[in-house]
């Protein structure tokens, strides 16, 4: 899949939401599926990071992308629907969805964590790319084939010491990918995957990771071929699978 190569108009005239685009690997997928054709709704909580995204997709020609300033740790099921509405109304159709927003504390013990911080955890990883995803249904039932992209780690798929209720909650996104592919079944427009990226150089890595060189690392535009595969017609079928860039 690292070898892949996508057709310039892979996702021409599709929508694409994408948590988390103001930054990492958000920000580069953001890039990578406009550059591709697709109209990206960014969101993210702070608008400004955003705004610089919508801007660097414009200035490299890209369709014009929506913003969606939005609280993944706080909505609740209105927030979620009235956002889903509010996207279709605007772009017309949904064709997929990147869940890479993430929240992370610190890497702990499991006994100095506290249940404030599982909350934001599992509301933030967990919780939200389900809700989210559940407002989007009818909109991406209604593509002629829709991708949905959870995003794992490698600490919730192997799980090690001291990656608590992070580790615990991107679990729970394997588990989902398995349940909902399962209920979706073989010949559902929708398709949902979990992709595991690995190192990266981004934010994250460099406060899980604070001595590794970030130039030694992949950079997250390295892993965009996994990114695009997962997104677009030629994944068609790999359904309620966990891939991982660095496997
Ligand atoms: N980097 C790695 O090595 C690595 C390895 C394995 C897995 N991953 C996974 O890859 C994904 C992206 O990671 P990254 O390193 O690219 O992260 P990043 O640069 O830290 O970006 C995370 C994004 O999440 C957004 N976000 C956080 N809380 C939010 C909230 N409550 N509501 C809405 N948006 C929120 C942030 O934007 P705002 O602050 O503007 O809201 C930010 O743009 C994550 O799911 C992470 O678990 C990364």
Redesign the pocket.
């Known amino acids: 899949m690292k070898d892949y190569s996508p057709r310039p108009d892979l996702l021409a005239d599709r929508v694409i939401l994408v948590?988390?685009?103001?930054?990492?690997?958000?920000?580069?997928a953001s890039l990578a599926y406009a550059r591709h054709g697709a109209t990206v709704a960014l969101?993210?909580?702070?608008?400004n990071?955003?705004e610089a995204v919508y801007d660097e997709i414009l200035a490299s020609g890209g369709p014009e992308p929506a913003m969606f300033?939005?609280?993944?740790?706080?909505?609740d099921d209105r927030a979620f629907e009235t956002l889903a509405g509010t996207l279709v109304h605007h772009l017309k159709r949904l064709d997929g969805i990147l869940?890479?927003?993430?929240?992370?504390f610190s890497l702990t013990p499991l006994s100095l964590q506290t249940l404030e911080q599982w909350q934001?955890l599992m509301?933030?990883?967990l919780i939200?790319p389900f809700a989210l995803t559940r407002a989007c249904l009818p909109a991406l039932r209604a593509a002629p084939s829709a991708s949905v992209i959870f995003?794992?780690?490698?600490h919730g798929h192997q799980p090690a010491a001291f990656w608590g209720g992070?580790a615990v909650a991107?679990a729970g996104l394997e588990t989902l990918t398995h349940i909902w592919s399962e209920e979706l079944g073989e010949a559902a427009p929708v398709r949902m995957n979990t992709l595991?990226?690995?190192?990266?150089?981004?934010?994250?890595?460099s406060r899980?990771?604070p001595g590794l060189a970030p130039e030694r690392?992949p950079q997250?535009a390295d892993l965009m071929p996994f990114y695009l595969y997962l997104m677009g017609d030629d994944s068609l079928a790999v359904r309620g699978r966990i891939v991982e860039c660095a496997a």
């Open positions: 948590t988390g685009a103001g930054s990492g690997l958000g920000r580069a969101l993210g909580r702070d608008e990071r955003l300033p939005f609280d993944l740790g706080v909505a869940h890479s927003a993430h929240q992370f934001t509301r933030v990883n939200a995003t794992g780690e490698t992070y991107k595991i990226p690995g190192q990266v150089a981004t934010t994250l890595r899980t990771h690392l997250p």
